[in-house]
């Protein structure tokens, strides 16, 4: 068997939705049946391989090649299996993911892993805004599971995550952990203004300072917190440099807020 | 049976099914994580009384340890899930919550839940945060030297208490040598412990008693003091008899425990004022499991 693999005959003018193309939706179909599934593009639907080319018959193992900026929802809601974007994809990447893996060789547009609740998400590029967010009307973004970005990330990082991990290589935008409700973001590199924008609870972990923070975080000092030896022990051989952190190295300066909304989150500031 | 002049009577220990958990407390040093261990396992000799029997299994190097702190391994038995879940919550409250610088962790995958951090965490008055990490929730409780870290959840299984064997020998201070000896083998075991003071206790018992507040006293039969007096076990040459009490998360841990505890002193032998080896039970009514000295030594 080979990886299922729709290759963009051209990059369509207006999104599509895709979500329905994951393992758990096409597990047992034939083939005449996955190039009749109707996709919308704009107001028109058109059948899959009008708008692919389809080879292979893994379902478990899914491809999207071409210019995928177009695409929209690649992998939601999948329960198990892979998906691999052979360069950058649309927004919305792995919304409602359950369970296994979704890798995008590119970048990623907006909202990715929201409402995610298990499984993983591995964006070698940036992730557009609000990755691992609420997208508007939900009460909850990102509530399991792991993202792991290799670039930056944009705005409203984890906005009103419930939990999870998303680890970004790069730098974040503005507002990273705004409204968190809980989980765990570290970001490596370097931060926009206003971390932890009405944030409740939950862990933000970085290597330095923001250059603006609210008034609304307090200073509570440096201290060792031995959880972080078993995060860091648990990112273990992750790509990127949080697969690389000492699990001795705890000591870290905590902040907490955002006091303006009951100040239980946690900014964390190693080294 | 004789082994180097030890003889082995014809009998068996009988132990009784028990609950089981095993803990794992680190620290910032071997110390300090002995410390917490030791009170979390002290008063924890015998379930008559103490509500639970404990012990430490052993020490953990850091690279064994979840948090990569020195540690210590501990087992706690008591004779219902209700009890053991009761013991756990006061003596991992009262023994590791207020020791410096510990945590403590599940050492059992599998089994029945017993709440750690998930009562615990109330400590923390509002403070307190949960993480979950690799698929197991910890609880953060804010305390006077940083954090207590601990675990949501522990897990029980079901295990065995009450192995054992009785050492008799010409004086008390080679029946004592005797078990010292076993002990330190035996201590070299997993998954067991031996909950008496230094693994040996000289006050075996029999059930009921003249007293009728009393379910259990004295061993008459084996109080070399009374030997003319009651319908005594011990020949003339018994000058002192003590026993060593297993516990063990699985039948076969005791059987083997029990083992390399008879074994040890065997050879010591006769040499060394070693006469017989024996064990205590009740009829085999009351116990689920019995171990016969005979067919584990032979």
Redesign the interface.
């Known amino acids: 068997m080979s990886a299922l693999t729709f290759t963009l005959r051209s990059a369509p003018a207006q999104r599509v939705d895709v979500g329905m193309l994951n393992p758990a939706a096409l597990a047992g179909q034939a083939a005449s049946d996955i190039a009749a599934i109707a996709l919308n593009v704009g107001k028109r639907a058109v059948r899959a391989d009008e708008l692919f080319d389809i080879t292979g018959d893994d379902t478990t193992d899914i491809v999207f090649r071409g210019d995928c900026r177009t695409l929209e929802r690649i992998g939601a809601g999948m329960k198990s299996g892979r998906v691999t974007v052979d360069g950058d994809a649309g927004p919305y990447v792995g919304q409602g993911l359950l369970g296994g893996t979704i890798t995008v060789a590119g970048s990623a547009g907006a909202f990715c892993a929201t409402g995610m609740k298990g499984g993983r998400i591995d964006i070698a590029g940036n992730v557009g805004e609000s990755a691992g967010g609420a997208i508007p009307g939900e009460m909850k973004g990102m509530a399991g599971g792991l993202l792991l970005v290799g670039g930056h990330a944009g705005d409203r990082l984890g906005d009103r995550m419930r939990r999870g991990q998303i680890l970004v290589a790069g730098n974040a935008g503005d507002y990273c952990g705004s409204r968190m409700i809980a989980g765990t973001i570290a970001v490596a590199g370097s931060l926009g203004a206003y971390p932890a924008y009405g944030m409740k609870r939950g862990t933000l972990i970085f290597n330095a300072l923001p250059a603006q923070m609210l008034p609304t975080i307090v200073d509570c000092g440096a201290h060792r917190l031995g959880f972080l030896s078993l995060l860091y022990a648990s990112w273990k051989g992750l790509p990127g440099p949080f697969g690389a952190l000492d699990a001795g190295a705890c000591t870290v300066r905590r902040y907490m807020g955002d006091m303006a909304v009951g100040g239980r989150g946690e900014l964390l500031v190693r080294g | 049976m004789i082994i180097n002049g030890v003889a082995i009577d014809d009998t068996f220990a009988e132990a009784f099914g028990m609950r089981g958990i095993r803990l794992i407390i680190t620290a910032y040093n071997e110390t300090w994580a002995l410390h917490s261990a030791n009170a979390l396992t002290g008063f924890a000799t015998s379930v008559i009384a103490c509500g639970a029997e404990a012990g430490i299994e052993r020490m953990m190097s850091p690279d064994e340890t979840?948090?990569?702190?020195p540690g210590v391994s501990v087992l706690v038995f008591a004779v219902s899930s209700k009890e053991l879940i009761k013991q756990i919550e006061r003596r991992v409250g009262q023994c590791v919550l207020t020791s410096p610088t510990s945590?403590i962790f599940a050492g059992l995958d599998e089994g029945d839940p017993v709440p750690l951090g998930k009562t615990l965490r109330y400590f923390g008055d509002?403070?307190q945060?949960?993480?979950?990490?690799?698929g197991k929730r910890?609880w953060?409780i804010p305390v006077m030297d940083?954090?207590f870290?601990v675990q949501d959840t522990a897990r029980m299984v079901k295990a065995v208490g009450g192995g054992n064997f009785l050492v008799l020998a010409d004086t008390q201070v080679q029946a004592l040598e005797a078990c010292e000896a076993a002990i330190v083998d035996m201590r070299k075991l997993p998954e067991i412990v031996m909950p008496f003071p230094g693994g040996v206790v000289r006050s075996g018992s029999k059930v009921g008693s003249k007293y009728k507040a009393l379910s259990a006293s004295t061993n008459d039969a084996f109080c070399p003091t009374l030997r003319g007096a009651t319908k005594s076990e011990l020949d003339e040459r018994i000058g002192a008899v003590l026993e060593i009490v297993i516990d063990g998360l699985t039948d076969a841990s005791v059987k083997k425990a029990m083992e390399v505890g008879m074994r040890a002193v065997c050879r010591i032998g006769a040499a060394g004022g070693i006469r017989r080896l024996s064990a205590g039970n009740y009829g085999g009514k009351l116990g689920q499991f019995q171990y016969h000295l005979r067919e584990i030594l032979k």
């Open positions: 979840p948090d990569g702190r945590a509002g403070f945060t949960s993480k979950q990490i690799a910890y953060r940083g954090e870290l």
